[in-house]
């Protein structure tokens, strides 16, 4: 079948085009990115509520979390791929996951810490696992791959918007720990889901090490594993707790991790030499992207608990299910985007990467202005804004999430080598990782007074960071602009050149 004629499929039929195994990655992705995103919905809030932390202590948390679960996935597939195997791994992350989330149960500081180390640790490995073990069901140069990882994409966020839509009910009517209690059950589903089919995954299970390995020394191989993984707990559940210091170290090893990419690519011919400097600057620009994206869960949640009319159509609706709405707007454009637009994805797509990654900053940029004039048209009397400037930032910034994530997936696989493309994802998940622990850094520019609230007070404050930041990425957007022909030059094809 032709990729024009693939924009004609439906749904069911886009599924039974793609490779055994697809449907149950989806599932169980689906369901384990809800047992996830229960706690990445509802973190600041518990420590904020529950645990007594301040704002930004709150959100150095956060972003500590945020941050590891991006920045461990280069262990987690060093792990998976060296010791453990990617079906093995996927079933473990899957158990250790479900145990994270029974810890968080225990309202106990260090409950908290050894929960989210756990969940951490799971992560982890599963990312890496999960989406390798997605690859390998696809042959060299398969046109249904492109299709099958946004089907995935699809699921994912199809899970977060169930989990983000219903966290902030179950927290307020039951408390935090049924939603956590929940979440353990959605991860044992995608556990049960995943040993039920995990012969589909025969063949990509494992490293191709492992297949001239005897049963012995599997055996070995795997509790060497299990044993780095049981050391990485406690030392997770330190960088969680020195929150500050683990932020200025992952921002240290950024900064080295791109200096390397460098030096890989002074090493390459000159096709593959020109195509990673503009890797790094793409990866650069998606940095900076990434870095005022992480805010959502931290700054945009507390505002809009705080500043923000939460009645819709004379409904209450809860903050966590502001959230909801970017995962909601990712299926919806997703769909569109698997249905009609995937096929115009692939045709010169190296040319159209630097133009992408430009309207991505300018779409975040536009978000936080529009939250800006949110705020002056606030309401006089109470000072809260009106939810629909809320709902419009996250529709933006779910368009230009929709430019750049999915596009750097994609795009590691066209620029670098094939012996470095396993590397270079991990550094962009780790990338990723630095993204997050920055943006805390961002969130410091708003420092709420002592046990002031007030939206007519704290609206300035708001104001003043959230039009610091759309400048900021309006400075990237344009200096991308700017770059789009040098970058075209090093991107171009020797043939076409």
Do not use: W
């Given at each position: 079948m032709s990729e024009l004629d693939s924009q004609?499929?439906?749904?069911?039929?886009?599924?039974?085009?793609?490779?055994?195994?697809?449907?149950?990655?989806?599932?169980?992705?689906?369901?384990?990115?809800?047992?996830?995103?229960?706690?990445?919905?509802?973190?600041?809030?518990?420590?904020?509520?529950?645990?007594?932390?301040?704002?930004?202590?709150?959100?150095?948390?956060?972003?500590?979390?945020?941050?590891?679960?991006?920045?461990t996935s280069i262990f987690g597939g060093y792990l998976a791929g060296r010791f453990l195997g990617y079906r093995f791994s996927t079933g473990v992350?899957?158990?250790?996951?479900?145990?994270?989330?029974?810890?968080?149960?225990l309202p106990h500081h260090l409950a908290l810490y050894w929960g989210l180390s756990f969940l951490v640790c799971a992560e982890g490995m599963l990312i890496p696992s999960l989406f390798v073990l997605l690859g390998r069901l696809y042959p060299q140069n398969d046109p249904r791959r492109l299709s099958g990882f946004m089907l995935i994409y699809v699921g994912i966020n199809v899970g977060a918007f169930l989990a983000e839509a219903s966290s902030g009910a179950i927290s307020h009517q039951l408390g935090y720990g049924y939603a956590f209690f929940l979440g353990a059950l959605f991860m044992l589903v995608a556990l049960f889901v995943f040993l039920l089919q995990h012969r589909l995954f025969n063949g990509a299970g494992f490293a191709p090490r492992f297949a001239k390995q005897r049963p012995e020394a599997i055996k070995r191989s795997r509790l060497t594993g299990m044993c780095w993984l049981l050391i990485s707990l406690p030392v997770l559940a330190l960088m969680l707790h020195f929150a500050v210091?683990?932020?200025?170290?992952?921002?240290?090893?950024?900064?080295?991790?791109?200096?390397?990419?460098l030096h890989l690519a002074r090493l390459e011919g000159e096709m593959y030499r020109k195509r990673l400097y503009a890797f790094v600057l793409l990866l650069l620009i998606s940095f900076v992207f990434l870095v005022f994206?992480?805010?959502?869960?931290?700054?945009?949640?507390?505002?809009?608990?705080?500043n923000v009319n939460h009645v819709i159509f004379g409904m209450r609706v809860h903050t966590t299910s502001f959230l909801a709405l970017n995962p909601f707007f990712v299926v919806i454009l997703g769909m569109l985007l698997v249905l009609f637009y995937l096929p115009r994805l692939r045709r010169n797509f190296r040319q159209s990467l630097p133009l992408k990654f430009t309207l991505a900053c300018f779409l975040m940029a536009l978000s936080y202005f529009v939250l800006v004039v949110g705020i002056q048209l606030a309401n006089v009397k109470t000072g809260l804004v009106s939810p629909w400037w809320v709902v419009g930032s996250y529709f933006l910034q779910t368009l230009a999430e929709l430019f750049v994530v999915p596009t750097s997936f994609a795009m590691i696989g066209e620029l670098v080598p094939i012996r470095l493309e396993g590397l270079l994802m991990g550094i962009w998940l780790f990338l990723t990782g630095?993204?997050?622990?920055?943006?805390?850094?961002?969130?410091?520019?708003?420092?709420?007074?002592?046990h002031i609230?007030?939206?007519?007070?704290?609206?300035?404050?708001?104001?003043?960071?959230?039009?610091?930041?759309?400048?900021?990425i309006i400075v990237m957007a344009l200096a991308s602009a700017l770059l789009i022909p040098f970058l075209q030059k090093l991107l171009r094809d020797p043939s076409t050149a």
């Open positions: 004609s499929l439906g749904v069911k039929e886009q599924f039974a085009q793609q490779p055994r195994g697809v449907l149950t990655m989806f599932v169980v992705q689906l369901f384990s990115v809800m047992g996830y995103a229960y706690v990445y919905a509802l973190l600041l809030l518990l420590a904020v509520r529950v645990f007594g932390f301040g704002d930004h202590q709150a959100f150095e948390l956060t972003g500590a979390f945020n941050a590891l679960n991006f920045a992350g899957l158990f250790v996951a479900a145990v994270a989330l029974v810890i968080l149960l210091l683990t932020h200025f170290f992952l921002m240290a090893l950024g900064v080295a991790a791109v200096l390397f990419v994206y992480m805010l959502i869960p931290s700054v945009l949640v507390l505002f809009t608990v705080r630095v993204a997050s622990s920055t943006a805390v850094v961002c969130s410091g520019l708003i420092r709420m007074p002592a609230t007030t939206p007519s007070i704290t609206n300035d404050l708001y104001n003043q960071a959230f039009l610091i930041y759309g400048s900021v």
